[in-house]
């Protein structure tokens, strides 16, 4: 494992040890709203905390862009972190949440992890070098289209102007596939396209936090990433489609029929 690598697994285990330790009193946990929908709790300050005290020992020197405390330094070497992927789920004691972390250097993303604490399910991918569960290669499914495929989604709860456009496309989905799935986590969500436990995902609105290491495990495993107008700009948009090549142009069209962007 490469060592950049090595250090953001370290860093991701000690943030899921953190809110392990805390998951049984969650509902004596403080938290705060940041925005409508948005919510912070202190688990998420001290894992974030964690996570780049880790980093920032191991490479003073290299940028970090953390969901609760933003940017910070300006490097080629870029630290994409959230803490606790899946916060309401987390103070709701429901158990689907994950640690993400992953590293862009001159803009391109190099390495992954995501950590689901519960589980204890560790995932990974360097570009070029494959991604992983747990040490077992990903591959995403091979499925040719919608029918009996299982999706992955996240409702624009952030983004309500869209509402429509969103249930017009998720009524087109829901008709023809297996099931749509919404548990919470996107980050958990792209790893599970990598993993072949869902076969395709889509959402509005994310965060480059949300979806950086989950986007280059599932390009690692086989599949395409990509924004709604399937071009590359999904960290910049937030507008994020994924699976098998086949199955993720399907999604496309089917969003771009609901007008959804």
């Given at each position: 494992m490469h060592p950049l690598l090595n250090t953001a697994v370290k860093a991701a285990r000690r943030a899921g040890n953190i809110i392990v330790r805390n998951y049984e009193r969650a509902d004596s946990v403080k938290i705060s709203q940041k925005k409508d929908n948005d919510f912070v709790t202190e688990v998420d300050i001290f894992a974030e905390n964690e996570i780049k005290d880790i980093l920032k020992t191991a490479y003073p020197d290299h940028a970090i862009l953390a969901e609760e405390s933003g940017r910070d330094?300006?490097?080629?070497f870029l630290w994409i972190i959230d803490p606790l992927d899946g916060t309401t789920n987390f103070a709701h004691q429901f158990p689907h949440f994950a640690v993400s972390v992953a590293l862009q250097v001159k803009g391109k993303l190099e390495h992954a992890v995501i950590y689901d604490p519960i589980k204890q399910e560790l995932f990974t991918a360097s570009n070029g070098g494959g991604a992983f569960l747990d040490g077992r290669r990903l591959r995403v499914k091979n499925r040719k289209n919608l029918q009996g495929a299982l999706i992955g989604t996240g409702f624009p709860f952030k983004n309500k102007e869209i509402l429509d456009q969103y249930i017009d496309t998720f009524k087109d989905i829901f008709s023809e596939s297996a099931g749509v799935r919404r548990a919470g986590a996107?980050?958990?969500?792209?790893?599970?396209?990598?993993?072949?436990?869902?076969?395709?995902?889509?959402?509005?609105?994310l965060k480059p936090w949300d979806i950086a290491a989950g986007a280059l495990l599932v390009i690692e495993a086989g599949g395409v990433v990509t924004d709604f107008s399937g071009n590359g700009g999904y960290l910049d948009s937030g507008n994020t489609v994924a699976g098998n090549i086949k199955l993720h142009n399907e999604l496309i069209n089917k969003i771009s029929a609901g007008n959804l962007s």
């Open positions: 330094g300006n490097n080629d996107a980050s958990l969500d792209l790893a599970y396209v990598a993993a072949g436990r869902l076969d395709g995902f889509w959402e509005a609105g």
